[in-house]
């Protein structure tokens, strides 16, 4: 009988939520490339915030990544999660949002579709989307004007026009 190998817990955590190992040794090879580039050191507690980042999807803010990873057991510590990803926005690995909030929210960005985001009036729900059209004329004016996108968002902050909805507040004054 053939023996097979079992998945390291890590691994089979990245597949539970999409991504498979191989990304994610990719995204840490990216981050300490960087790191080493930019004269900084490639500490555990970097690379766990990014592991952390990577093995959950959504938006979050960097308290709620502090707070999963302290209820893990680690002694990371606050200052640790907001500095490693101010180097995770400008590594490209992680992107940055206000949504309108008090506060940043981030999202992983490696290996994942590019997309917009709609940002609900009412109840600040945000509402992901992408649409071809929209990223070829932001492309256009970008040549036209002589630039070459790095990385954007696009954030329309709107009110639901159904009647019916959930999110609508009941008493919003205009």
Not at 4 to 27: C, N, R
Not at 59 to 75: L, T, V, W
Not at 149 to 165: D, G, M, S, V, Y
């Amino acid at each position: 009988m053939k023996e097979t190998k079992s998945a390291s817990p890590k691994a089979t955590e990245m597949k539970a939520h999409g991504k498979s190992e191989k990304t994610m040794l990719t995204v840490e090879e990216i981050f300490t490339e960087f790191l080493k580039k930019k004269g900084y050191r490639s500490t555990p507690e970097r690379t766990m915030v990014l592991n952390e980042i990577y093995a959950s999807a959504g938006h979050f803010d960097a308290d709620e990544i502090f707070i999963r990873m302290k209820q893990k057991g680690s002694n990371i510590s606050r200052a640790t999660v907001y500095n490693t990803l101010e180097l995770l926005v400008e590594c490209n690995l992680v992107s940055q949002n206000s949504f309108g909030h008090k506060h940043l929210h981030y999202e992983r960005i490696y290996g994942y579709e590019h997309h917009d985001h709609i940002i609900c009036e009412d109840c600040g729900k945000v509402f992901e989307f992408t649409n071809p059209k929209i990223e070829e004329q932001q492309q256009a004016v970008c040549t036209k004007m002589g630039f070459e996108i790095e990385r954007h968002t696009l954030q329309i902050f709107a009110r639901c026009t159904k009647p019916n909805c959930d999110n609508k507040a009941s008493d919003r004054r205009d």
